[in-house]
């Protein structure tokens, strides 16, 4: 799924991911990861999610990254504040209060920036990326990401296959993906009266003995194309 397709999702308004209220299980996990007020917290493919604002009233510095500027836009003009704008290649970054909201690729952020993170909440990055890119995501945090560094992770289970996302990911894809690089452990398994099964991960960097060796942005060098 690449950037024209989510610009068509957000201009045909196909926004049935989108919650209006908080994720429960973002508000029920979330202190299971102990940080700190002042952490750090990135939110790949955020969309305009409430989840943004409760993190943010969590006292968090929040980075929220989604392909749409109009998901930014919408967010942002639902947000009391001032808003300063800058560019940073193809990245479009709306800074207000503890908020980075980015415009544009999340493989495109420097590495420097996503070195000073502390957390990731994941509801809908894995679940939105096709199988083909799911491997490269996952290395990409493996590689950016400093050890230590926390993955709030939701998946889902439908109980039909879609071709479209959210697609389904099963416990046994989340291994695969990410037990080299990250320990993992499962919090929570709820199976929805509709069929969907929802579960929830908690994963840690681990510290690998050869973190930080690639030179500058070697991380976003190399998953750029992804």
């Known amino acids: 799924m690449d950037r024209a397709y989510w610009e068509d999702v957000w201009r045909e308004e196909e926004l ?14 979330w202190p299971r990861l102990g940080l700190p007020p002042e952490a750090r917290v990135l939110v790949p493919l955020c969309g305009k999610s409430l989840d943004m604002s409760w993190l943010l009233s969590e006292g968090h510095d929040v980075i929220g990254v989604d392909y749409s500027q109009r998901a930014q836009n919408e967010f942002l003009a639902a947000r009391p504040g001032s808003v300063r704008f800058s560019e940073q290649g193809e990245l479009k970054l709306a800074y207000q209060g503890a908020l980075l909201f980015v415009a544009g690729d999340v493989f495109h952020l420097r590495q420097e920036m996503l070195h000073s993170v502390d957390a990731l909440y994941d509801r809908a990055a894995l679940v939105a990326l096709p199988s083909a890119a799911r491997q490269n995501y996952a290395l990409f945090l493996a590689q950016c990401l400093k050890p230590g560094a ?4 939701i998946t889902r289970q439908a109980p039909e296959e879609r071709q479209t996302p959210p697609f389904n990911i099963t416990a046994q894809e989340v291994d695969r993906l990410y037990s080299s690089n990250f320990r993992i452990e499962k919090l929570h398994r709820d199976e929805r009266e509709d069929g969907v099964i929802e579960e929830v991960f908690l994963l840690r960097r681990k510290d690998p003995e050869t973190y930080g060796k690639l030179p500058g942005d070697a991380c976003e060098a190399r998953y750029a194309s992804a």
């Open 16 to 29: 049935g991911f989108h919650q209006n209220q908080v994720n429960q299980h973002l508000q029920r996990f």
């Open 150 to 153: 926390q993955i709030l992770l």
